[in-house]
Structures are given as structure tokens and as C-alpha cells.
């Protein structure tokens, strides 16, 4: 998305957003704290509501959350200061840094080669055995009220975000985006009519 988009939406992007998203941020918790996950990054973090969730559930010794856009960044503000205005593609942070790492509604809205070099970083950056949670778009024989709906909504958010949409979907979404030569899919969660999608991958140790 471009930086003119974000401009016009970081302000009303959780008042919007806040209770549709509210299960699945909570679901988010709970899945990092049952592998035991400790120290997440939250790449994308946009306004870091998600990374406010982790926070006040107090089991977390790590957060950390990396967001271009200047508009989502100093939204995050109100939420604390882990936030840091830093392209995703290159975080900067040492290999094999964290335990856990989430990508949320982020890779939809960008070009293809765009989200593959999140990935790429997301996998640098992750321990052996490092669980990594992607929330996105899913359309896996979506019904008809939430295809349109979503559509709608995308649409509303920019020309330049509608097409990486399109294309995303068109690309064969998450599935044709992660290696699973180095990741395992242990769990997913479908949402919103079959739209919105929670996975959970496990990098493999070698």
C-alpha cells in the first residue's frame, strides 16, 4: 500500500477493525503461548494492536515490532514504544534472534517479490524449531457474502493495494508464498466465511 493509502486509514484502522479481529488477535496469544513461544517480532505490525494483545497477557520476555509506513508507525505509539520504523525486509536484528514471528494482513498488499523477501527475513531472523504465525487472506472455497465483502473492502483501501491483492489471491496466496522445504504447517484456522485465514508453521531444525 502506498504511503498516501495509509495515511487516510491509520486512524481509523482499529476503531474499524478492533472487534472483527478481536478473536483472532486473542487466538494469535494463546497459539504462541502453547508452543511456548516467548520472544516474538511482529513484522508488518502496522498500528500494534496485535503486539498490545501479547503484551498484556504478561508471558511474554520479548516484543518487538517493525512497521515502514509512517502513519501505521506513529499509530503504534499509542500502544508503547516496541515498535520500530524499519522495512520488514531487513530488520537488521542477528540471525536466529527470536522464537516466534507474525505476519498479519501484510502480505496480501504488497508486490509478490515483496512478501517472498519478508518471508525470506522472517525465516533469517527465527530460531531452529521457531514458530511463525501468518494471518491473511485464505480464500479456500470462500462463500459468496464474505468474497464480496472482502473485495469491497480491499478495494476501498487503494488501486495500488486492490491489485497486490488480486495478484496475491491469483499467485495461489500463502500456500505458494512459504517454503515448506523449510517450514511444517502444524495448524490452521479459517475465518469470516472461509476468507481469513490463521496458520501456524514450525521451521525445521536443519
Known amino acids: 500500500m502506498s504511503t498516501n493509502d495509509y495515511s487516510i486509514i491509520a486512524k481509523i484502522y482499529d476503531p474499524l477493525l478492533h472487534y472483527p479481529l478481536k478473536s483472532i488477535r486473542r487466538l494469535v496469544v494463546r497459539l504462541f503461548k502453547y508452543y511456548n513461544v516467548k520472544e516474538v517480532i511482529d513484522l508488518c505490525c502496522g498500528t500494534g494492536e496485535q503486539l498490545y494483545y501479547l503484551k498484556n497477557d504478561g508471558f511474554f520476555t520479548k516484543l518487538v515490532g517493525i512497521e515502514l509506513d509512517k502513519a501505521m ?43 517472498k523477501e519478508i518471508l525470506k527475513e522472517a525465516t533469517r531472523i ?70 481469513i485465514g490463521v496458520w501456524v508453521f514450525k521451521k525445521n531444525q536443519n
Not at 520488514?88 to 504488497?110: P, V, Y
Not at 491469483?170 to 476468507?195: A, H, M, P, Q, R
Open 73 to 115: 508507525f506513529n499509530e503504534s505509539k499509542k500502544y508503547g514504544d516496541f515498535c520500530i520504523n524499519r522495512d520488514a525486509r531487513n530488520t537488521k536484528f542477528k540471525a536466529e534472534s527470536f522464537d516466534g514471528a507474525i505476519i498479519s494482513f501484510a502480505l496480501h498488499e504488497m508486490p509478490w517479490e515483496n512478501a
Open 126 to 195: 527465527l530460531k531452529k524449531d521457531g514458530i511463525l504465525i501468518i494471518v491473511d487472506y485464505s480464500f479456500l472455497k470462500p462463500k459468496l457474502i464474505g468474497k464480496i465483502a472482502i473485495h469491497l473492502i480491499e478495494r476501498f483501501a487503494g488501486k495500488e493495494h486492490y491489485n497486490n491483492f488480486k495478484n496475491f489471491l491469483k499467485n495461489g496466496g500463502i500456500y505458494n508464498l512459504v517454503d515448506f522445504s523449510i517450514y511444517k504447517e502444524k495448524k490452521f484456522f479459517d475465518f469470516y466465511f472461509n476468507t
